[in-house]
């Protein structure tokens, strides 16, 4: 993006799939892909801004039509995803919207989100001026409601002509209704956020907002199918010396970035229990405590408070799973 190109450029994969990084936030980039195809195909489709300002002319330039859409994917049901969804509305009308049903409700209304995974940081610190920054940034980065017209499930097939096929996968652990898209000819899985390596950015961990448990079971269930891409929601990154921060894996770099994702699952599984059942202590206590052993381990960074707070959703979903505790209130 330049000065003089405000807008993404699309970024050919091969197989007739495009990647088109678009911003949202102040310095966040998801990444979308659309499959050209005779019933063309967006994964994905940002913030409400984001079909108009990126997606339009990103394609347009290459001579692709947004407009022609016929599917939109859903990998999960977050703002960065699927904030877009009632703008494509109106550019493509003739569109289906599939989404696996657990996620369903967060195209519903905007307090699914405001008082959900996106909170869950502020409410387990009880921050409350950070509480209605992000209440106020979902109200302007989301549109909804929006209608889902088919409620894909895992094994779902679709045909989007061609002899094109695309097989939907149930990849819960970052939301429950996560689901990725393998594009079987090309064999490549759309996974948006479900496996993250150690997450967006340095020094940070992997956002596992609902199952720790069914995170790492997507790890070992994308690992055996196999794919030759992995086509990412952002540029997540391996750990420490591994694989770099990109978007979208190829073949033994694929392997390896799946490899990385369950070990440093498993660093942090291992660290939080050794935590909780060595002393007294609430989350904060604990958090603080299992982000200090992980500097080390995986090069978390702290914060001034000895914290990392985009680290707080995945540390809460690994400590609840092994204390039994609720969901930050």
Same mark, same amino acid.
């Given at each position: ?16 799939? #495009? ?13 979308? /892909? #659309? ?27 290459? =001579? ?12 999960? =049901? ?38 959900? /995974?996106?909170? #869950? ?65 090309? @064999? ?11 997450? =967006? ?11 720790? !448990?069914? /995170?790492?079971? *997507? ?18 990154? =391996? ?26 699952? @498993? ?20 958090? !603080? ?11 978390? *960074? ?6 990392? !707070? !985009? ?7 690994? /400590?609840?799973?092994? *204390? ?6």
């Amino acid at each position: 993006m330049t000065a003089s190109n405000a807008h993404p450029a699309a970024v050919h994969l091969g197989d007739g799939i #495009y990647r088109i990084p678009c911003q949202f936030a102040a310095d966040g980039i998801v990444h979308l /892909y #659309y499959i050209d195809a005779p019933e063309p195909v967006l994964i994905d489709t940002g913030v409400s801004a984001t079909p108009e300002r990126d997606l339009l002319p990103a394609l347009s330039d290459i =001579g692709l039509d947004l407009r022609a859409v016929r599917h939109i994917f859903t990998t999960h =049901g977050h703002w960065d995803h699927m904030g877009g969804h009632g703008s494509m509305r109106e550019i493509a009308p003739r569109a289906l919207v599939y989404i696996q049903p657990a996620d369903a409700y967060l195209l519903d209304r905007l307090e699914a989100h405001t008082f959900g /995974y996106i909170t #869950y940081m502020p409410r387990a610190l009880g921050d409350a001026t950070e509480l209605k920054a992000v209440m106020a940034q979902m109200a302007s980065n989301i549109v909804c409601p929006v209608r889902a017209d088919v409620l894909v499930l895992d094994g779902h097939r679709i045909d989007i002509g061609g002899g094109r096929t695309i097989r939907a996968v149930h990849t819960p652990g970052h939301s429950r209704g996560s689901m990725s898209y393998f594009l079987e000819d090309a @064999k490549t899985l759309f996974t948006g956020d479900a496996i993250q390596g150690l997450g =967006g950015g340095v020094g940070r961990l992997p956002l596992v907002f609902d199952d720790s !448990r069914a /995170y790492r079971a *997507t790890i070992a269930r994308v690992a055996g199918i196999s794919p030759d891409r992995l086509c990412l929601g952002h540029a997540f990154t =391996g750990l420490p010396g591994g694989t770099e921060a990109n978007p979208v894996r190829e073949g033994a770099i694929a392997r390896q970035f799946l490899e990385e994702s369950g070990q440093a699952a @498993k660093a942090i599984e291992e660290t939080m229990r050794r935590v909780i059942f060595s002393g007294d202590g609430g989350f904060v206590v604990v958090a !603080r405590t299992v982000l200090q052993r992980l500097v080390s381990d995986l090069g978390v *960074t702290l914060d001034e408070e000895g914290l990392n !707070r !985009r680290a707080i959703a995945t540390l809460h979903a690994f /400590y609840r799973e092994l *204390t039994g505790s609720p969901p930050p209130v």
